[in-house]
């Protein structure tokens, strides 16, 4: 049975990426069908990956400025972060292979993926895709930092994992995707 009627669809901006405002009708639990509009965020989709160590018990993170963060409080405006990015027609499995080389200057050939997920879906459209994988030193083939053309500028951080729990509790990393993949990286006891 049809719960979603679709009625209307309205660019706002298409700056950066789409914002539109949508207008529709739900059939209610009371069955009745209620008019509604909401907007809706498209920056397309994403994959986010933690490299992880296992020998010297440690993980590879990113560091750099969010603006978001910084005008909603975050002071400095810089996060704490696993390497991500956007999809950009690739597929999930090559996007963040293409990703961890640009960001954290490490070639990884097997990278393991866990599962997806939205992250804000009362208003963005985007799913992440989620991975893991192993990393050692004979990976690493440049400094990482980003893509200049993107203006990207990311520091690269090497922690070992408890440190970078602690960060989580301390409210260091603050990042949902990176709690996530490293609550994940505890709970499969990956460094047991």
């Known amino acids: 049975m049809e ?5 209307e669809e309205q660019v706002l901006s298409a700056n ?4 539109k405002k949508y207008s529709y009708e739900i059939l209610k639990k009371n069955g009745k069908w209620e008019k509604q509009s909401r907007e809706v965020y498209d920056r397309g989709n994403g994959a986010v990956i933690l490299l992880y160590n296992i020998d010297k018990k440690t993980v590879i993170l ?3 400025f969010r603006l978001p963060s910084y005008v909603n409080g975050n002071e400095q405006g810089f996060l704490i972060e696993a390497c991500a990015g956007l999809l ?3 597929r999930p499995e090559e996007a963040i292979r293409r990703e961890t080389e640009e960001e954290t200057g490490y070639r990884v050939d097997k990278v393991k993926k866990i599962f997806e997920a939205y ?8 799913i992440l ?3 893991i994988a192993e990393y050692s030193a004979s990976m690493k083939v440049n400094e990482g930092g980003g893509v200049e ?5 990311i520091e690269v951080l090497e ?3 408890l440190k970078a729990l602690d960060m989580v509790e301390s409210g260091e990393i603050r990042d949902a995707k990176t709690i996530l993949l490293l609550q994940y990286v505890k709970i499969k006891e990956i460094f047991s």
């Open 16 to 19: 950066w990426y789409t914002l």
């Open 88 to 90: 950009d027609q690739d």
């Open 119 to 126: 992250m804000s879906p009362g208003s963005v459209s985007e």
């Open 129 to 131: 895709h989620f991975f």
């Open 149 to 153: 053309h993107e203006q990207e500028d």
């Open 62 to 64: 990113t560091r750099q």
């Open 3 to 7: 719960q979603i009627k679709m009625l």
């Open 159 to 161: 922690i070992h994992f």
